[in-house]
């Protein structure tokens, strides 16, 4: 079972940064698809970013293109997403995904779609200010 805990969120106002962090409680981390998701109050949630297990593959979604990275530290068993130029719309809680992927065939393998993803986070706060 696969813990994962968000963390960097905030209340900023538009045009500022912010960096979310994603702790995972496993070693499998290394093997496992990463992405964020979000979602704004009445809203469903949506797919934010990606990054495949290799870190070779990355997906954006359109809203956030040009503004946001993924990225991934092994190491730390940790993924980020920084958030630069930000807009109140979004403004959401913000959850980590990831997606254990044992065949080193799908290294470069990610999906935009939240239930391709097996283990959440709790969500972390991000609130932008006009």
């Known amino acids: 079972q696969v813990q994962l805990v968000e963390s960097g969120g905030g209340l900023v106002q538009a045009g500022d940064s912010l960096r979310l962090s994603c702790a995972a409680s496993?070693?499998?981390?290394?093997?496992?698809?990463l992405a964020w998701f979000r979602q704004a109050p009445g809203k469903d949630r949506e797919f934010v970013a990606a990054i495949s297990r290799s870190g070779v593959t990355t997906d954006y979604a359109d809203s956030v293109k040009g503004r946001f990275t993924i990225s991934r530290d092994n190491a730390k068993n940790t993924v980020y997403l920084q958030m630069n130029s930000l807009k109140p719309e979004d403004t959401a809680v913000y959850h980590c995904?990831?997606?254990?992927?044992?065949?080193?065939?799908?290294?470069?393998?990610?999906?935009?779609?939240?239930?391709?993803?097996?283990?959440w986070g709790q969500g972390t706060q991000v609130t932008v200010s006009s």
């Open positions: 496993e070693r499998t981390f290394s093997s496992s698809a």
């Open positions: 995904a990831a997606k254990t992927v044992s065949s080193s065939d799908f290294r470069n393998t990610i999906a935009t779609v939240s239930n391709w993803y097996n283990y």
